[in-house]
């Protein structure tokens, strides 16, 4: 018996998995697939590396190296300071003393892992992943571990956020999208790509996968409190995490063993790109059309530059309104400011580095806190998304990843691009 099938939100429709379905066959709006487990109570897989001691709740088929697992602990200092009881840190990064080992720095080292076990060992096309930071440096770090192809695709901009403490093996390949490219552009260049043989796309916020990664850091917070959070703080881009955030808690509520109580979503972005928290805010099911250039000059005036996706899962079922709905959520908006406060406050208090995203969630959380969102003696989880990157770059040599080409802004949307593409990629 398959330990999971994956199941449309709209029409309830099941599938085996293929290791590749992001969507349902049926003719309706565009929803995400859940995973349902066989299994409805997960047990700790200690004996598995790194976050694979949650495959219970991951669908995956084989165990892959690299890719470690979030550290979960309950805060003091930090926790005084903000004036909570409760404040649960969600650690996604490399921190030895707290037996925090990914080398990335970056919570995205969870959906690498579960996206590329998922696909069958015996499959050899390449996987196309558009990032504009740090989920490309996932993807390039366990690819090159584990020998897997991968075309990865960003902004020129970026393309200093793709390192390595490990030389990058030759089956890893970077494109940059430059000029005045954003990640936009790039998603848009890695769609033109899928479409050539022996491709296939990651699927963003679609892959089941990607999301059951992220989501172990629910599962890492709640098996470590006993009980689900009544609150969750995490900076988003997509918006990909804050559904797995959510999907994950449902799945602990079907458990039976982490409590009943539903938990609210906190959802934050870097101002001035804010179009998830200014849509939700107005109370709208879809986002306005966002002008090209006025979104590229916000973008450039943030300091979390990785939240700056111009075309979020937003509207579609399952997606972000949906569960912010759903948990009865709330988002928010965070200055370069408060994102620099937030960040020397967590390391004067923490004692570590953490990367812009993190400052974002802890800005939201001084202003849950000043709003009354929050009780005192609340259970809230901290999604720390990245930290620990200047430790792991003194502890490690440090190795980058060259482009082997770039498109600029004008031939990404220009009518030759796919013959450019094709002339490259298209053995003839």
């Not at 602990?252 to 849509?279: A, C, W």
Request: charged share 25%; with cysteine; proline share 5%.
């Amino acid at each position: 018996m398959n330990r999971y099938v994956l199941r449309c939100v709209k029409c309830g429709r099941e599938y085996e998995d293929d290791g590749f379905r992001l969507r349902c066959d049926e003719d309706h709006e565009p929803a995400v697939l859940r995973t349902v487990y066989t299994k409805k109570s997960f047990s700790l897989q200690e004996h598995l590396p790194g976050m694979f001691k949650y495959y219970d709740l991951l669908p995956v088929h084989r165990i892959l190296e690299g890719g470690a697992a979030p550290v979960t602990y309950k805060s003091e200092r930090l926790s005084r300071y903000l004036g909570l009881d409760n404040l649960y840190i969600i650690f996604n990064g490399y921190w030895p003393e707290r037996n925090a080992f990914m080398e990335t720095a970056s919570f995205k080292e969870l959906e690498a892992p579960s996206v590329l076990a998922r696909i069958p060992k015996d499959h050899h096309g390449t996987i196309v992943v558009a990032s504009a930071g740090n989920t490309g440096r996932a993807f390039a770090h366990i690819c090159s571990r584990n020998h897997i192809p991968l075309l990865l695709v960003i902004p020129e901009d970026s393309a200093d956020q793709i390192w390595s403490i490990k030389p990058f093996r030759d089956n890893v390949k970077l494109i940059c999208a430059s000029g005045s490219s954003d990640y936009y552009d790039a998603i848009k260049l890695a769609e033109q790509i899928i479409n050539l043989d022996g491709f296939f796309p990651e699927g963003g916020a679609f892959n089941v996968a990607r999301r059951d990664g992220m989501a172990t850091t629910v599962l890492d917070c709640s098996y470590g409190a006993g009980r689900i959070p009544d609150h969750y703080f995490q900076a988003i881009g997509s918006g990909t995490g804050g559904i797995a955030a959510w999907e994950c808690s449902l799945k602990l509520l079907g458990d039976g063993g982490y409590g009943q109580k539903r938990m609210k979503l906190h959802l934050s972005q870097n101002y001035p790109f804010v179009p998830i928290t200014e849509t939700w805010n107005r109370g709208l099911k879809n986002i306005p059309p966002l002008d090209e250039e006025d979104a590229k000059m916000q973008i450039h005036e943030t300091c979390a530059k990785v939240l700056s996706n111009r075309q979020p899962p937003y509207s579609i079922r399952g997606g972000v309104y949906d569960v912010l709905t759903a948990s009865s959520g709330y988002t928010y908006s965070v200055t370069n400011e408060e994102v620099f406060l937030a960040m020397r406050t967590f390391e004067e208090y923490e004692g570590i580095d953490i990367c812009p995203e993190a400052g974002v969630a802890i800005g939201s959380l001084i202003q849950a806190i000043q709003q009354k969102k929050v009780e005192k003696d609340d259970l809230i989880a901290l999604n720390i998304t990245g930290g620990g990157e200047r430790r792991v770059k003194r502890d490690n040599e440090v190795y980058f990843l060259e482009p082997f080409i770039k498109f600029t802004d004008k031939e990404i949307n220009g009518k030759g691009i796919r013959k450019k593409l094709e002339d490259i990629f298209v053995v003839r």
